[in-house]
T-cell receptor, first 114, second 112 residues
Framework: DAGITQSPRHKVTETGTPVTLRCHQT?????MYWYRQDPGHGLRLIHY???????DKGEVSDGYSVSRSKTEDFLLTLESATSSQTSVYFC?????????????FGPGTRLTVT | QKEVEQNSGPLSVPEGAIASLNCTYS??????FFWYRQYSGKSPELIMS????GDKEDGRFTAQLNKASQYVSLLIRDSQPSDSATYLC????????????FGSGTQLTVLP
């Protein structure tokens, strides 16, 4: 988890409320990702960023938006949280190390929507 | 259809044995392959990456890649109880640049 932090680490919120999760890196990596992990589904990509203000959708982007105004920060917003968004959310970073783009993960945020 | 398949397990091996974890993928053009270890309640940790056919060894870990069979495996020699975790296989499909597709993971238990 070195160089990657996520906040908050745990959050309980009510259906219909907006929620923002933050990922912060100190590695100056260009690429940042948001995943969710659910039993039976593994890690699924929500959104990713390939630079400041450059983002794109992943496999399960509905109901989520992202923003990246600085290299070090990547925000994930649930505009109106639903119970199906209860999950563990991981941020990851990567860079063109030998063009391998290995991804490294943050510690995760456990989100519960009641 | 799931693009990366792993046996969910659980897989149990005795301490000191070789643990063999397997992964198959559907995209024949995939170029990069990764193994992550994830302890319960923790985040995935990269342990091995492999890009060419054959074997790659790092300590007690050996990754094996066979692109013709679309198969990648991870061998853990001299398994220790501390190796008990879920192992995730990840593949970078052709055309997806920096994205990875993950399997659902294999849960490994090493019995003392």
């Amino acid at each position: 988890d070195a160089g990657i932090t996520q906040s908050p680490r745990h959050k309980v919120t009510e259906t219909g409320t907006p929620v923002t999760l933050r990922c912060h890196q100190t590695e100056n990596h260009r690429y940042m990702y948001w995943y969710r992990q659910d039993p039976g589904h593994g890690l699924r990509l929500i959104h990713y960023s390939y630079g400041v203000k450059d983002t794109d959708k992943g496999e399960v982007s509905d109901g989520y938006s992202v923003s990246r105004s600085k290299t070090e920060d990547f925000l994930l917003t649930l505009e109106s949280a639903t119970s199906s968004q209860t999950s563990v959310y991981f941020c990851a970073i990567s860079d063109a190390k030998g063009r391998t783009y290995e991804q490294y993960f943050g510690p995760g945020t456990r989100l519960t929507v009641t | 259809q799931k693009e990366v398949e792993q046996n969910s397990g659980p897989l149990s091996v005795p301490e000191g044995a070789i643990a063999s974890l397997n992964c198959t993928y559907s995209d024949r053009g995939s170029q990069s392959f990764f193994w992550y270890r994830q302890y319960s309640g923790k985040s995935p940790e990269l342990i091995m990456s492999i890009y060419s056919n054959g074997d790659k060894e790092d300590g007690r870990f050996t990754a094996q890649l066979n692109k013709a069979s679309q198969y990648v495996s991870l061998l853990i020699r001299d398994s220790q109880p501390s190796d008990s975790a879920t192992y995730l296989c990840a593949v970078r499909p052709s055309g997806s640049a920096r994205q990875l597709t993950f399997g659902s993971g294999t849960q490994l238990t090493v019995l003392p």
